[in-house]
């Protein structure tokens, strides 16, 4: 059986390509170039987005740098995502640091280093 799509999965699938287009071609900020939209999450209302990122780096200090930046490009990102998409209400968008991208490249170089001891 087919799953439905509520308006709240059609907002967030929305708000994750606009995004990910802003953070691409808009936003000129160099410590957020390696950003990746991986999920979005918008409240049954539509007042709230919880916006999933992760980066192409495991060093700690380059992934808080690029945090601090799309925070301080909060409402950038929120005047952008108004001119693309026609809503009623702009979610505020609550940006979070999505570690499965990190985990799993170190989960890949321990297998590495496993295979290549035997």
Do not use: C, W
């Not at 979005?40 to 780096?57: G, K, W």
Request: hydrophobic share 40%; net charge positive; aromatic share 6%.
């Amino acid at each position: 059986m087919p799953r439905s799509y509520g308006r709240n999965e059609r907002v967030a699938a929305a708000v994750r390509r606009e995004l990910a287009d802003v953070l691409q071609h808009e936003l000129k900020d160099p410590r957020v170039k390696n950003a990746t939209i991986t999920e979005v999450d918008v409240s049954p209302d539509l007042r709230n987005a919880r916006v999933y990122i992760s980066f192409l780096t495991d060093k700690q200090d380059e992934i808080k740098a690029a945090m601090q930046g799309l925070k301080n490009a909060k409402g950038f990102l929120r005047s952008q995502l108004a001119s693309r998409l026609n809503l009623r209400y702009m979610p505020d968008l609550d940006l979070r640091y999505d570690s499965l991208l990190t985990e799993s490249m170190k989960l890949d170089a321990l297998i590495a280093k496993g295979l290549n001891k035997d």
